[in-house]
């Protein structure tokens, strides 16, 4: 069992669509959790960290942490072509964890 | 404030040959990560480096190596290259380190290219 699992997608939203990403992780010990987004050919950069319960909001993005069910989400708000990219979830543990990522596409 | 800068930026290397990457942190962070990046595999975790010392290993093979210096800059070598090890190598910096949750920054990353 991967310590963190994302749907790899494609993921296809229409432009000013709310998009939804996923991820699961595996140890209930995990106590930092992470966004990244990824464009082709480049490297990942941190969108958002979170770190208890509940909901954190950043612009149009917000994340949402369930620790009970081991869930990590983050919901894009208004998507815009610019938003298309590879998003990766990251859970600590003794070191970070890595998802393969959700390929997230927005049509105009 | 500069960020996590790596060198080279790209670089092709024929099958059995060696290579070294660098990666300066960002001023004040202690601890360097090194990912390898491939199309099927994701980010796989190589080896973090905190006050140069090795904190962490992934499963990598023994031609995979690292050390940090005293200025938290770090280098990874590469002995013995094989085809597979085409990739993108991404190191990245946090403050204390992985275990403490702290963020990680991630530079733009070294292309391998094996021939």
């Keep these: 069992q991967k310590e963190v699992e ?31 987004r990824q464009y082709s050919g480049k490297s990942p950069e941190l969108i958002m960290s979170i770190y208890s319960n509940g909901d954190k909001e950043d612009g149009r993005f917000t994340a949402q942490l ?17 938003d298309s990219a590879t998003y990766l979830c ?19 | ?10 670089l092709i290397k024929t099958r059995g040959q060696q290579v070294t990457l660098s990666c300066s942190p960002i001023s004040g ?20 480096y905190f006050s140069e ?21 770090s280098e990874m070598n590469v002995s013995t290259l094989e085809l597979g090890d085409s990739a ?6 946090s403050l204390s380190g992985q275990t403490s949750g702290n963020t990680i920054y991630f530079g733009e990353g070294s292309w391998l290219t094996v021939v």
């Design chain 1, 6 to 36: 994302q749907n790899s997608g494609p993921l296809s939203v229409p432009e000013g669509a709310i998009a939804s990403l996923n991820c699961t992780y595996s140890d209930r010990g995990s106590q930092s959790f992470f966004w990244y």
């Design chain 1, 66 to 82: 369930n620790k009970a069910s081991q869930y990590v989400s983050l919901l894009i708000r208004d998507s815009q072509p610019s």
């Design chain 1, 90 to 108: 990251a859970v600590t543990g003794n070191q970070f964890y890595f998802g393969t990522g959700t390929s997230l596409t927005v049509i105009p």
């Design chain 2, 1 to 10: 404030k500069a960020g996590v800068t790596q060198t080279p930026r790209y």
């Design chain 2, 29 to 48: 962070h202690r601890s360097v990560s090194w990912y390898q990046q491939t199309p099927g595999q994701g980010l796989q975790f190589l080896f973090e």
């Design chain 2, 53 to 73: 010392t090795q904190r962490n290993k992934g499963n990598f093979p023994g031609r995979f190596s690292g050390r940090q210096f005293s200025n938290s800059r």
């Design chain 2, 88 to 93: 993108l190598y991404l190191c990245a910096s």
